[in-house]
């Protein structure tokens, strides 16, 4: 599954094909000045791509030509039709049945894949083809898992663990990976099991002890919360959000992102009261009573006590803006005269 060693010659490999030259017409304006390596690789795949040959060695030739340039997302999708020929001869599965067969590709192929698309993703950390390679290589041997189809969940689980644990050591080089985050959104949506969730919850908030500022941590912790919907947290659950996001605040009331939190956890609260459900009504009132009052105390607090930010900025808190900010949105979503009364004076 590897590409070709350096000792292998592609044209003694590739004797019976006829290798295709790239074509820039008669008069190019400006001819990109490839090594020859790259040259002569790239002909005999566009000979290979031509004839349609997915073959062991037209396999071996994409991780050739995927490791002169990961971007090519021609090559990325033949490759995988490559794998699944070989898969379909071994397997003896007619054509048209790729999700099927990729399902039942066998551990020792799946490994050497990814770990052709760690080596490559290691230098394009940001690389779109490489993530996708990774989804569609797990994408049918999660659907066969929730379908019950695939009888060996317990090795699915495996390949999930150890895809989760991929993600997160790049996402320690860099914690704002949006491609990163994205596949870790959607592994942890295809398995869809109520640990699962709380797990992502708890390495949100691993990340935040880290560094509170991290957005994306935030964002992830509002999504596991939330396991992935958009529908409303129960009362229970956006009680025990609310208060993780005012202890965030506490930590360092000049960091944004646990009041924006806040505030998002409670104002979904609040499509309770137009939907007019008296006990989910009732309950979001006391979710807003309860933070404000939370929110007051800190003031109280603030104003009397000196902090380090994780800024290194050292002063007392009586002027934190978004504080301020958060107690006047909440005062809003009290709706009431007198609330907006004080929301204006604030």
Same mark, same amino acid.
């Given at each position: 599954?590897?590409?070709?060693?350096?000792?292998?010659k592609l044209a003694v490999i590739f004797a019976d094909v006829t290798p295709i030259e790239q074509n820039d017409g008669e008069h190019p304006v400006c001819s990109i000045d490839y090594s020859p390596?790259?040259?002569?690789?790239?002909?005999?795949?566009r000979a290979i791509l031509k004839a349609d040959e997915r073959s062991e060695?037209?396999?071996?030739?994409t991780a050739q030509c995927l490791q002169l340039n990961p971007a090519n997302y021609t090559v990325w999708h033949f490759r995988r039709r490559c794998l699944y020929a070989l898969a379909s001869s071994s397997l003896n599965h007619e054509d048209g049945e790729e999700e099927e067969v990729i399902s039942c590709l066998d551990d020792v192929t799946l490994e050497r894949d990814f770990q052709l698309a760690s080596r490559l993703g290691g230098r394009n950390p940001k690389n779109y083809q490489i993530w996708y390679h990774r989804r569609a290589l797990l994408e049918p041997i999660l659907m066969t898992a929730n379908?019950?189809?695939?009888?060996?969940?317990t090795n699915v689980m495996d390949k999930l663990a150890k895809e989760l644990s991929y993600v997160a050591t790049v996402l320690q080089k860099d914690g704002k990976n949006y491609h990163a985050w994205s596949h870790r959104q959607w592994l942890v949506r295809s398995a869809n099991t109520d640990a699962l969730w709380e797990e992502e919850k708890e390495f949100a908030n691993e990340l935040l002890m880290n560094d509170p500022r991290n957005n994306s941590a935030w964002n992830q912790r509002f999504f596991a919360a939330h396991h992935g919907t958009k529908n409303p947290l129960s009362a229970a659950d956006a009680q025990e959000e609310a208060h993780y996001a005012i202890r965030g605040a506490a930590v360092d009331p000049y960091n944004e992102s646990p009041w924006r939190y806040l505030i998002g956890i409670v104002k979904e609260q609040t499509r309770a009261i137009d939907l007019g459900n008296e006990m989910q009504k009732a309950a979001a009132i006391e979710l807003i009573q309860e933070c404000e009052t939370e929110l007051v105390k800190l003031q109280e607090v603030f104003e009397t006590t000196t902090i380090t930010?994780?800024?290194?900025?050292?002063?007392?808190?009586p002027d934190c803006?978004? !504080?301020?900010? =958060?107690?006047?949105?909440?005062?809003?979503?009290?709706?009431?005269?007198?609330? !907006?009364?004080? =929301?204006?004076?604030l």
């Open positions: 599954m590897s590409s070709f060693g350096e000792e292998e390596v790259f040259v002569e690789s790239m002909n005999y795949l060695r037209a396999l071996q030739l379908t019950g189809t695939n009888h060996n969940n930010t994780t800024s290194e900025h050292s002063t007392s808190v803006v978004n !504080l301020t900010s =958060a107690h006047i949105d909440l005062l809003e979503l009290k709706g009431n005269p007198t609330s !907006l009364d004080m =929301a204006a004076d």
